[in-house]
């Protein structure tokens, strides 16, 4: 059964960068597409950024282009979220997921299984 643990959240400031990291055990990673979600107070579950199994493709939410970049890093079985020039709105508890077969349509559905998720808190 694969594992996914996020690392990496804390608190910064407005405009600040964090790097989250999920690191996955078991299953096979190199052949699996990964996606990060987040969920702010209050708020649905929603996609962040996604990449595929051979990292050649890679989604993202349109509030967060140019700013995140999803990487993998197959030796480590790691995804990377590089989070720059954070804003407030960006503040809520980040997953990453195991992404099925039809990871690319972005929705919750299309993940399993799921990582507990890590807090990032933007101050303004």
């Known amino acids: 059964q694969m594992q996914l643990v996020e690392s990496g959240g804390g608190l910064v400031q407005t405009g600040g960068s964090l790097r989250l990291s999920c690191a996955v055990s078991?299953?096979?990673?190199?052949?699996?597409?990964i996606g990060w979600f987040r969920q702010a107070p209050g708020k649905e579950l929603e996609f962040v950024a996604a990449?595929?199994?051979?990292?050649?493709?890679?989604n993202y939410r349109d509030s967060v282009k140019e700013r995140f970049t999803i990487s993998r890093d197959d030796a480590a079985n790691t995804v990377y979220l590089q989070m720059d020039t954070l804003k407030p709105q960006d503040t809520a508890v980040y997953f990453c997921?195991?992404?099925?077969?039809?990871?690319?349509?972005?929705?919750?559905?299309?993940?399993?299984?799921w990582g507990r998720g890590t807090q990032v808190t933007v101050s303004s």
């Open positions: 997921a195991a992404g099925l077969i039809t990871w690319y349509l972005a929705r919750p559905s299309d993940f399993d299984p």
């Open positions: 078991g299953g096979t990673f190199s052949s699996t597409a």
């Open positions: 990449i595929s199994r051979t990292g050649a493709t890679t």
